[in-house]
């Protein structure tokens, strides 16, 4: 017994010592550490509000431990409406097309660019497919509605000088799934192409000399070297990408459709409908349980996503 | 001591220079024109013209919008949006500058929002971020955790709006637009990989035994060395805060509080935001409405609002792809 005592002073002690050793380090991060502590471990706690019946009785902390258990009321209301269906649809399917889509036409554009004989033309196609990354779904909404107004839009303009019907862009659902995936795309396209052709300029050249000198062709360079030696950032990317499936870019489905209600059936996404319920409708209930279904079923998805990678290919398993 | 500090980290710097410099002999060497393994002259005309066509896609919609900032009022209301107007007028700059206090305060507010935020986010997670790089850390793999796990999975978007305003009490105020998106895991990474692998070891252990403290350290040896690292972060808080309006659709209520992006949202539906001191000018905010080259005026926020990026756009080009190279580096 005496002994054990022992050796447990011992090991405070150490623990003590430790802890004195690394001081300067643990000062640095402690801004850090209260920053986290309060925005993303705050909130995880905040998550059993889905299991309760939020009534404000002063801060956050007692309000929390003051409102009632309701079990899985919230959820069954939640699944039991038509939404829940309609939203997780929405997402998943929309992110399975930007996943493809995110893939195939970035890496393909910067095949091709890499082929270019012309090295500043290459660099300008480059930085005018990179802009739209670089500005906001506000700005971008704008410049959509230049093209999509129904009365003073570019689009319209040609459509009546052809003698047709004006089309009411913004209550149109039927178009509105194409708009959404290209204006993604048009947004993204170049962060994926200048990521990829980064990687593709890191190839060894000797590759494709030797594969030159063995009489390969252009198709079989890019099956055999270019498109392997991308696998490890691409596997990166789809791994973020699947764990990511049930997030929506807010920004995307919300500000470009300009928050149309006649657009919803093809516009709401788990993301834009917490947020309508948390801010017009007040329903914390229900939008915090649609939140909870959103963050439990991205750390499942991106476990298994991770998983499988590990087992068919542990080296580039994210961790 | 410092002086051999400094002495040592403008030696590093040196031959950091002298590597770059060398790296980039060796690039222009290889791309040297090498005909032997090129495509042919026909194919590459074909992908010019295709990739010719992708560029215009992609920045033609804002040239649209600057052509139509530059429209008068009256012949937009005829013609609708035209990519050459009829009559040119810069009343919509104008009207800005001189009755749109508004605008400008809202332009304000993003650029406070924007380099407290950048400077804060940098001081928290560049510490951070090199207590995690340092190997003799004992508590490295805890931290390292410690930001990992927000990663994998969030509280989402409920919670942390009632944290807040709830528990910090932050609603209306400037702080809710500056605390909740300055710190990110994902940069913390990419900062700790940079001082890995840009700082020698040969460095801290010689300022160690000189008896530099880890903070004289940080501030001294690493700070100065890792400068391109840190600048590639400062873009990335830059555009993150420049470019946010979804914390302003969240916590501002108050509408001498908004900036700019979300000063362009609440315009989306009306105007009459514009008009503050109606009153003093004798005449009603309606007939005010009116008068405004509305549709115009709204255009050219969105490009006073977008031109600083594209100013910056060069910089950003260059260290972004080298933040996304080094950030897509495992550990």
């Known amino acids: ?319 | 001591m410092e002086e051999r500090i400094k002495n040592i980290s403008n030696k590093a710097k040196e031959e950091d220079i002298e590597e770059i410099e060398e790296i980039e002999e060796v690039k222009e060497v290889e791309e040297a024109p090498n005909r032997f393994n090129s495509i042919s002259k026909p194919t590459n005309t074909i992908l010019n013209i295709m990739f010719l066509i992708i560029a215009a896609v992609c920045i033609v919609p804002f040239l649209f919008v600057l052509m139509v900032s530059f429209t008068s009022e009256a012949s937009l209301q005829v013609n609708g949006y035209r990519f050459w107007p009829e009559e040119w007028s810069l009343e919509a700059y104008k009207y800005i500058f001189k009755s749109g206090s508004n605008i400008i305060r809202a332009y304000g507010i993003t650029i406070i929002v924007t380099i407290t935020g950048t400077i804060l986010g940098l001081i928290i997670m560049t510490t951070f971020a090199y207590a995690l790089s340092r190997k003799n850390f004992a508590y490295r793999k805890f931290f390292t955790k410690l930001i990992f796990i927000p990663m994998l999975f969030s509280g989402g978007m409920v919670s942390s709006y009632l944290v807040v305003t709830r528990f910090l009490g932050l609603k209306n105020n400037i702080l809710a637009l500056i605390l909740p998106i300055c710190v990110s895991s994902f940069h913390i990474i990419i900062l700790r990989t940079f001082f890995k692998t840009s700082v020698p070891d040969a460095i801290v252990e010689s300022a160690k035994i000189d008896g530099a403290s880890e903070f004289v350290l940080f501030m001294k040896v690493v700070l100065p060395i890792s400068l391109p690292g840190i600048a590639t972060i400062a873009l990335f808080l830059t555009l993150g805060f420049w470019n946010d309006w979804f914390n302003a659709m969240l916590y501002i209520d108050n509408n001498s509080l908004i900036p700019v992006q979300y000063l362009l949202i609440k315009l989306e539906t009306s105007m009459e935001f514009l008009i503050n001191n109606s009153n003093t000018m004798g005449v009603s905010a309606t007939e005010a409405v009116a008068k405004m080259p509305k549709e115009t005026v709204k255009m050219a926020i969105v490009v006073i609002t977008t031109i600083p990026i594209i100013f910056a756009y060069p910089f950003f080009q260059k260290y972004f792809v080298s933040g996304l190279t080094i950030g897509a580096v495992k550990e």
């Not at chain 1, 040609?158 to 089309?167: M, P, S, V, W, Y």
């Not at chain 1, 699947?242 to 920004?251: H, I, L, P, S, Y």
């Not at chain 1, 149309?260 to 948390?278: F, P, W």
């Open chain 1, 1 to 319: 017994m005496a002994k054990f005592k022992n050796l447990d002073k011992k090991k405070n002690k150490s623990t003590l010592k430790k802890l004195k050793e690394n001081r300067e380090f643990l000062l640095l991060t402690l801004p850090g550490t209260v920053w986290f502590l309060i925005f993303a471990y705050l909130p995880m706690i905040g998550i059993v509000i889905a299991f309760k019946n939020w009534r404000i009785s002063g801060g956050f902390i007692e309000s929390l431990i003051k409102s009632q258990w309701v079990g899985l009321s919230n959820f069954k209301f939640l699944f039991n409406s038509s939404d829940a269906w309609l939203i997780t649809r929405n997402t998943v399917l929309y992110n399975i097309v930007f996943i493809v889509l995110g893939i195939v036409v970035p890496v393909t554009f910067a095949i091709l660019l890499n082929e270019l004989l012309n090295k500043k033309l290459s660099k300008f196609y480059q930085s005018s497919m990179f802009l739209p990354y670089f500005l906001s779904w506000v700005v971008v909404s704008y410049c959509l509605f230049v093209f999509l107004s129904p009365e003073k839009g570019y689009i319209n303009g040609i459509i009546t000088a052809l003698g047709k019907d004006k089309i009411s862009w913004y209550t149109e659902p039927k178009y509105w799934t194409i708009i959404i995936i290209f204006m993604s795309q048009w947004k993204s396209v170049g962060y994926g192409t200048v990521v990829y052709l980064a990687s593709i300029c890191g190839i060894d050249k000797c590759y494709y000399e030797a594969a030159m000198i063995d009489g390969a062709t252009k198709w079989q360079q890019i099956k055999y070297i270019t498109i392997p030696s991308l696998k490890p950032v691409l596997l990166i990317m789809f791994i973020t990408a699947v764990g990511g499936m049930f997030r929506a870019d807010f920004g995307l489905f919300y500000q470009l459709p300009k928050n149309s209600g006649a657009l919803y059936s093809v516009t709401n996404v788990i993301d834009t409908y917490v947020y309508r319920g948390l801010m017009n409708l007040g329903n914390i209930g229900m939008s915090s349980a649609a939140a909870l279904y959103q963050s439990f079923v991205g750390l499942i998805l991106i476990l298994v996503t991770n998983g499988i990678v590990r087992k068919v290919d542990n080296e580039n398993a994210f961790f």
